[in-house]
């Protein structure tokens, strides 16, 4: 496939009619980049379902933020404009995930779970921000899988029966993978380039050119993620750490001993979050 014509039809993607209705009023206000906090506000208040999901999401283990959020002015307050757009993103298109990918969601929220361990393990200032990436960061395969359902069933077809990465899958049906169509539909939502970064180079966060460390850690919390088992990303491996990134990142065992085993305890506590989530 030719990438320039790909790109052009994942950049559209707000045409077509299979795309859920929140997503699509949202995708209008995310793409302005003059949107105020107050016009944010606006919307999700307006919706009452969007609301519920945001606020859940910020209260929720997965998410980590200490203290009860109560409002979704006091979100916006306490997170900033970049992360709750990220969290809007994450909780409009849940849907499409569960539907396309069974496990798509829930590995998604733990790569979220584990970023923010690791961000504060490596004293980060504002872990939220890259748990915001770590949720986004395979926003490229509903992008591809809305455009290109039948495509998509062959790569996944691929990856199961030819024993492969679902990135490597992507690569030989499509020529591009989701990492490239993630930062195409990223950078036209007007996103933070950093946050464009991690989505374009989390199979190789070294490439990155905004934030390195950033790329390093939601690299790792994705295959971190992998490794436990939690949700499925599209393929049964566990691919190997990038070196660059774990040389960037500087763990000791016993440091990583501690990021499984707390990931481990909130990923546990997370299980009746994503129950309750499903069920409401």
């Not at 203290?67 to 990220?86: D, E, F, H, K």
């Not at 396309?100 to 929220?109: A, I, K, N, R």
């Amino acid at each position: 496939m030719d990438p320039m014509l790909l790109k052009s039809q994942i950049e559209r993607i707000d045409t077509l009619p299979t795309i859920p209705g929140v997503l699509k009023k949202l995708l209008v206000v995310i793409e302005n980049p003059k949107i105020s906090l107050t016009e944010i506000g606006n919307f999700i208040s307006n919706d009452p379902v969007l609301t519920s999901r945001v606020l859940k999401m910020v209260n929720s283990p997965i998410y980590g933020f200490p203290g009860r959020i109560s409002s979704v002015q006091q979100a916006l307050i306490l997170l900033g404009l970049n992360v709750v757009r990220g969290l809007l993103l994450g909780v409009s298109v849940f849907e499409v995930m569960q539907k396309s990918m069974q496990g798509l969601w829930e590995h998604s929220l733990g790569c979220a779970v584990a970023a923010r361990i690791i961000a504060k393990k490596k004293n980060i200032p504002e872990p939220e921000e890259i748990s915001v990436s770590a949720l986004l960061h395979d926003i490229g395969k509903v992008v591809m899988i809305l455009r290109f359902k039948e495509e998509y069933d062959t790569v996944m077809k691929e990856a199961e029966t030819g024993d492969m990465l679902i990135i490597d899958a992507e690569r030989k049906v499509f020529g591009i993978t989701h990492a490239d169509s993630g930062a195409w539909i990223a950078k036209k939502w007007n996103f933070p380039l950093s946050l464009v970064g991690v989505i374009e180079y989390h199979h190789k966060p070294s490439f990155t050119k905004g934030a390195p460390l950033n790329a390093a850690i939601v690299h790792l919390a994705d295959i971190l993620t992998r490794a436990v088992g939690f949700g499925f990303a599209g393929d049964n491996y566990v691919p190997a750490v990038n070196p660059a990134a774990w040389e960037l990142l500087n763990f000791s065992a016993a440091e990583l001993r501690e990021i499984l085993d707390e990931m481990d305890s909130t990923l546990s506590e997370a299980d009746a979050f994503l129950i309750s989530d499903e069920s409401s």
